[in-house]
């Protein structure tokens, strides 16, 4: 079993930035991807972007690139999601999923590709 827990989510203005944590731990070695999807209320499970672990390969919803940048400290079994010029709509809650199997970073914007899921943190942006 793998355990997620992130970190790192509040209230900031709009335009405002914040960088969100996912620390791993359990059986990480078997762990090949970890993806950041959110979910604000009333809507759908939304894939914001996927790194792999050994390549360090990513993949970005259009919703949010060029503003999230993805990351990843394997010693510390650690992915950041770093958010820059936060806009209302990136109101959710965010959460974390680890993929122990890949077949492609695009099958990866799927849920159901992902085999454990942290608990989520919230992450308000105010107009």
């Known amino acids: 079993q793998v355990q997620l827990v992130e970190s790192g989510g509040g209230l900031v203005q709009a335009g405002g930035s914040l960088r969100l944590s996912c620390a791993a731990s359990?059986?990480?070695?078997?762990?090949?991807?970890m993806g950041w999807f959110r979910q604000a209320p009333g809507k759908e499970y939304e894939f914001i972007s996927v790194?792999?672990?050994?390549?360090?390969?990513?993949y970005y919803a259009d919703s949010v690139k060029g503003r999230f940048t993805i990351s990843r400290d394997n010693a510390k079994n650690t992915v950041y999601l770093q958010m820059n010029d936060l806009k209302p709509e990136d109101t959710a809650l965010y959460y974390c999923?680890?993929?122990?199997?890949?077949?492609?970073?695009?099958?990866?914007?799927?849920?159901?590709?992902?085999?454990?899921w942290g608990q989520g943190t919230q992450v308000t942006v105010s107009s």
């Open positions: 999923a680890e993929a122990e199997t890949v077949s492609s970073l695009l099958a990866l914007r799927t849920r159901g590709r992902y085999d454990y």
């Open positions: 359990g059986r990480t070695f078997s762990m090949s991807a």
């Open positions: 790194i792999t672990w050994r390549g360090g390969n990513t």
